[in-house]
């Protein structure tokens, strides 16, 4: 049973494949205009001039999606580019078209072939090399290798001759350039003038092409960098007019009724960059109805197409519909859910969109299959629901994560339970990566090692731009403080979670277990750099809530105690809000514990907790005291105040300490006037046990 990140299967994935169905089939009939609603129709025969870029941070299944993408495909001309992956010799924006024209030109069955011709001859013509010394020697060098094609147009022995040359400029290899089967071609409609008045149509080339490709070929290789930049844009816009002339007037146009399509991963790599950024401005040129080239690129970070300050932090996750709307009840009717990219400010013909994480309904699908092959759970009888529910608390759909722990639920001797599964593949092993330290490597493995030393002091923090304020928390010399902040502000690698009405990012919950881990086992010689020297640090930093926060991460529950306490003293006197209470109670209880790195059973942890109080806490305080104890070591209810903080949901994973929770509340509400009460008694109901 493979789980590689269930590319293509999740209900993220499959909204992801209905709306790129509509974008290939749009073409040659109704299409979404240039600044028109995404999905409205438009008059006939228009094409897209967009760019839509998906981002997604690493592990969040975005290669997946793409080769999901190029099968939906596979009945239309597709090109499909790892930026990141490619050759040394692949370096400019012509290098990497000439990659994209060799897979667009591949053979599709039941389709005629897609034939290039000026762009063809373009390329081989930018392949002469040409000495300002002697212009009318390069141009009989042109005009030899041209005219050497006229009666050899089934043979690519010409082209071979010119590999070499060809190769050192494309990147591509002999036997890439003797399988393009469109140069000859090319030639033989050169010799008939066609790509003369292509030439002349689209790029204003003077009456004598020959000597316009001969400045255009010595431009590319000895020019400046406006003239290297002048002859790329040539030769896509010729490229682009070939594809829009193979859908219109080529023979067998009509036979194609699908986009072709670019797919580039990893777009953010140098070269993925300059190739898109020259894509754009040779479109920006071109006819207003576009061309049928379908390109989507998907980046682990903000390609210069999509800088900050045009799409900010936060709103990139509004293109699906649901998410800011979602229902905190899992077990409500899905609102059907769409997909639209968001227009980047300042950059036409570019969209954006940010792959959301799986949601809780989504892992319950992926847990499904799983669960026969697993034992039972005592006192579980809806065992994928909470599957679900424990693996979504610890990664919070982060799609790497989930695969990796539902891989290693099925590697167990079948006398081991499911509880001591996801115990021991989380707990920390300094000889062997725990599940969380996979996931950790995968979201933060191209981070510097300098600042990835420090992640440990930031995960201590509530939040992680509570540890930027905390300059104890550094040291001396913070250089690496700029570098950490700009990392925390990177929403693809951090999570996007509601936080008081407002958008926050939040270090997802699985690397956080690992760095918290790290953090508790630190022998640093920097105090900092240890469990207690980071919280002492950030508790000196802080007040009120955030200060009792991190006393009790220090395990000091009577000061913690005494806070909380004391607020519940103004709610009886009418100063405070019962609500607000709560959700201060709801802050605390999300203090992280040392012990993580192997948690035990809860509820026998939370009974020794509660001996070791002694006298250290009054009797009066005692329903606060437990809560506080109680609600590190259990997962609460969705609708919990702070759910999306952190929890974790292995020291009691089915929930036994709840029943304690409610108990306590009760007490506390006999202690407040009743109608002040009635948020803390909408609370003792939320945590009836789920329908598990």
């Known amino acids: 049973m493979a789980y590689e990140e269930w590319a293509g299967a999740s209900g993220r994935d499959l909204v992801l494949d209905d709306w790129f169905t509509r974008q290939l089939v749009a073409a040659p009939g109704p299409d979404t205009a240039a600044g028109s609603t995404p999905g409205a129709p438009a008059a006939s025969g228009r094409h897209l001039r967009d760019i839509t870029v998906l981002l997604g941070g690493p592990g969040s299944g975005k290669s997946g999606l793409l080769a999901a993408f190029e099968e939906r495909a596979a009945n239309t001309y597709a090109a499909h580019l790892d930026c990141a992956s490619l050759p040394d010799t692949v370096q400019r924006p012509v290098d990497v078209l000439a990659r994209v024209a060799f897979q667009l030109s591949a053979d599709v069955p039941g389709l005629p072939p897609v034939q290039l011709p000026a762009y063809a001859a373009l390329r081989l013509a930018l392949a002469v ?257 909470w599957l679900a529910r424990i693996v979504h608390d610890l990664t919070a759909g982060h799609p790497f994560a989930t695969a990796a722990i539902l891989r290693q639920l099925l590697a167990y001797d079948e006398q081991v339970g499911v509880v001591d599964r996801l115990r021991r593949m989380c707990a920390y092993d300094p000889h062997r990566p725990s599940v969380a330290e996979q996931a950790y490597d995968r979201l933060f493995g191209g981070v510097p ?130 609500a607000e209470w709560c959700r201060t109670l709801s802050w605390l209880q999300r203090a992280p514990h040392p012990r993580l790195t192997a948690p035990g059973d809860g509820q026998q942890d939370y009974e020794e907790a509660v001996e070791r109080l002694g006298s250290s806490v009054p009797a009066g305080q005692l329903p606060v005291a437990r809560l506080l104890i109680a609600g590190r070591l259990t997962v609460h209810p969705p609708t919990d105040p702070y759910a999306a903080l952190w929890s974790d949901p292995l020291w009691d994973p089915t929930a036994r300490l709840r029943t304690e929770i409610a108990e306590q509340l009760q007490q506390v509400g006999e202690q407040v006037p009743h109608l002040r009460g009635l948020p803390l008694h909408e609370r003792v109901q939320s945590y009836d046990k789920e329908p598990w």
Not at 525 to 542: F, I, K
């Open 129 to 385: 090399r040409t000495e300002q010394a002697d212009r009318d020697a390069a141009l009989a060098e042109l005009s030899t290798a041209l005219d050497e094609g006229r009666g050899r147009e089934q043979s690519l022995d010409l082209f071979l001759s010119l590999a070499e040359k060809l190769g050192s400029l494309a990147g591509m290899p002999a036997w890439g350039l003797a399988a393009l089967p469109f140069l000859s071609e090319g030639m033989r409609r050169l010799q008939e003038h066609r790509v003369r008045r292509t030439l002349a149509r689209q790029v204003n080339a003077p009456a004598s092409p020959e000597d316009f490709l001969v400045g255009l070929s010595h431009g590319l290789q000895h020019g400046d960098e406006r003239q290297r930049r002048r002859a790329q844009d040539v030769l896509l816009r010729a490229f682009l007019d070939d594809l829009r002339r193979a859908y219109t007037t080529a023979k067998g146009h009509r036979l194609r009724t699908l986009r072709c399509l670019l797919l580039l991963d990893n777009a953010d790599d140098e070269r993925g960059q300059d190739f898109l950024d020259a894509l754009r401005a040779a479109r920006r040129a071109g006819p207003e109805d576009g061309d049928p080239l379908l390109v989507l690129a998907a980046a682990r970070s903000r390609p210069r197409l999509v800088e900050p300050l045009d799409v900010p932090a936060g709103r990139l996750l509004t293109c699906w519909s649901t998410y800011r709307r979602r229902d905190p009840d899992p077990y409500a009717d899905a609102e059907e859910e769409r997909f639209a990219p968001l227009e980047v400010r300042g950059r036409p013909h570019v969209r954006v969109a940010q792959l959301r994480p799986l949601s809780r309904a989504e892992v319950a699908e992926q847990c499904r299959p799983l669960v026969p092959h697993l034992p039972e759970v005592p006192g579980v009888d809806r065992t994928a629901d």
């Open 449 to 578: 090692a300098a600042v990835r030393a420090r992640l440990p002091r930031v995960a201590a923090a509530a939040l992680p731009v509570q540890a930027l304020a905390a300059d104890a928390l550094w040291g001396r010399g913070n250089h690496l403080l700029y570098q950490v902040t700009e990392l925390i502000g990177d929403e693809l690698r951090f999570d996007v979670v509601d936080v008081d009405g407002g958008g926050v990012l939040t270090m997802p919950p699985i690397a956080r277990r690992h760095l918290l881990q790290r953090l508790a086992r630190s022998t640093d010689g920097a105090e900092a750099g240890t469990w207690a020297g980071a919280h002492r640090r950030l508790r000196d930093a802080m007040s009120g809530r955030d200060a009792a926060y991190h006393r009790l991460a220090l395990g000091d529950v009577p000061a913690a105690t005494r806070y909380l306490h004391g607020l519940l003293d103004q709610v009886r006197d009418g100063g405070v809000p019962m």
